[in-house]
């Protein structure tokens, strides 16, 4: 079989992205953050290699008046300066060898692809949760100050803490629920954020199932209901292995839609380039699997979100 043209190249490019695609579905697991998930992080596209973004906030609740024809009155409502988050680029070159395409030793093509494919989504779940791992740091958002801190500023004026500590326990996590339940949103309001994920480290997981998922009280010899798996089953337990490198006792609490923000510019995609074309520039004579993605994440705002330290 040729596959120096087409269709014969089309059908090895196609069973390779095949390889790759299985592989990229292999990636979530049961428990497993990853970084397409749209509840840990909130999804957008980017159009540009740089996205602008702000937030409008301020003007409190709405006015309550009985008089049907009352004044005209308007939120007073501003933005602070724009944040600018800059699109990065992903991007390796696998080298195939054009004698083991031709002789069909596909076997070993396919390890390479599927390593460099778990590559990719190891190189993308790291450089996204980098921004809760910073986050008590050097993770800024829109106002100035990191991710989790005590000083951030709404658009209305208003302090707004949403750092905690203490180990995470039945206790401490109660804290932080009610810390993002009375969070105050941009404008001033009391919105009611709801917790929709607790993510933890890959060493804290287990602690983490204990306390918020176990069907009794954790931590006691009692018979009492545990109170977040009773009235909060829907906040799911997730961990990410890469949370571990910076900590291991930190953890996350958020409601969907939180200031966190995933941009996809371009997902991940491969092209085959012919190998007689490295070849005609000097290169070995082996077709080049390139793969490339263009994404960024970024913390644009504190809504929606707590972070303890766990310590």
Known sequence: ???????????????????????????????KAIATDSIIFTQDTATNAAVVTTVIG????????????????????????????????????VPVSKNFMADQQHSAVAKSIRQQTRTWAATRDRNAFNVFSLGFTTQLTIDGVPLFSNSHVNENGD????????????????????????????????????????????LNHKNA?????????????????????????????????????????????????????????????????DWKISAATGGPDAYQYLMRAREEVDSIEYSGLVGSTGL
């Open 1 to 31: 079989m040729n596959y120096d043209s087409a269709p014969n190249l089309i059908l090895v490019k196609t069973a390779l992205d095949k390889i790759r695609d299985q592989e990229m579905l292999q990636t979530a697991r049961e428990g």
């Open 58 to 93: 301020g003007g409190g609740y709405f006015a309550k008046r009985l008089d049907d024809m009352g004044p005209n009155v308007s939120a007073n409502v501003k933005a602070p300066a724009p944040k600018t988050t800059l699109i990065a680029q992903f991007d390796k070159n």
């Open 159 to 202: 302090v707004v803490d949403n750092l905690e500590t203490g180990a995470l326990a039945d206790s401490t996590l109660n804290t932080t629920v009610v810390s993002l339940r009375n969070q105050l949103a941009q404008t001033g309001v009391k919105v009611g954020y709801e917790p929709d994920f607790l993510l933890t480290s890959n």
């Open 209 to 273: 199932c204990a306390v918020a998922k176990s069907v009794l009280r954790s931590g006691t010899g009692n018979n009492d209901q545990n109170y977040f798996s009773e009235y909060y089953p829907g906040m799911i337990v997730k961990y990410n292995a890469f949370l571990d490198d910076t900590s291991t006792t930190a953890y996350f609490v958020g409601a969907r839609d939180h200031g966190v923000i995933r941009f996809e510019r371009e997902g991940f995609s491969s092209e085959l380039v």
